[in-house]
């Protein structure tokens, strides 16, 4: 079994948002991502979405791009993006999704030998323009990463932690945040996130911090091209 992530796909099959106004590389992304995750990914392997997969605003609209995924080899597991609409009640996604499909919100999903525990995230204090709501939803999503990671504890018995966020964990400066302690305190083997477009990449923190391997997987960073992180 491999595990393999990417993130902000940013699909629009039922809405009129192509990509490629956003420059060139955008070109046929989906396309090119199928193409690369069809040649590499198994039946049996985990591929992790970290937020922004659909520009839809209601779950009507995501169906297709959602579809779309699931049709795809492996098994998915997503969470939500700051651009995610479309995802309102949890209930009515996990019984209108595939089985295929795996939804991450204030719990956790066990597959095999891999936990996996994750929230949106949100901006960080001492970012540029924090304000006094970010630090009230900041505060919010680290309730909500904490949940996802006891709720992980208590599945969990050995095995690999993995923690999924949108936003980054690390701010402009390459300062932890609260969810870096908690991923410490957890002992995750790896942290994927995304959310961050070209030139801001370039200072994004990835590697080596603690226990834990940070993986900053946007699909333009990555080429459109799936990342294996085990």
Known sequence: MAVFAIGDLH?????????????LEWKDHWTRIREDWQARVGH???VLIPGDISWAMTFD?????LDSI?????RKVLIKGNHDYWWSSITRLRQELGASISLIQNDSVTIDNYTICGTRGWALP????????DQRIYTRELQRLKLSLDHGQMSRE???LIVML????????????GFVELVNDYKASHLVYGHLHGPSTANAFEGSYGQTQYHLVSCDKL??????IE
Do not use: C, N, W
Not at 11 to 23: Q, R, Y
Not at 126 to 133: A, L, N, P, V
Not at 223 to 228: G, I, S, T
């Open 44 to 46: 049996d392997d985990i």
């Open 166 to 177: 949108h936003y980054p964990p690390f701010d402009e400066r390459g300062e932890a945040s």
């Open 61 to 65: 609209q995501a169906k297709p791009d």
């Open 223 to 228: 080429d459109f091209k799936l990342k294996q």
């Open 70 to 74: 699931g049709e795809l080899p492996g």
């Open 11 to 23: 699909l629009s099959a039922a809405v009129d948002k192509p990509m490629d106004i956003f420059g």
């Open 126 to 133: 001492g970012s540029r323009g924090f304000t006094d709501h």
């Open 158 to 160: 050995k095995g690999r």
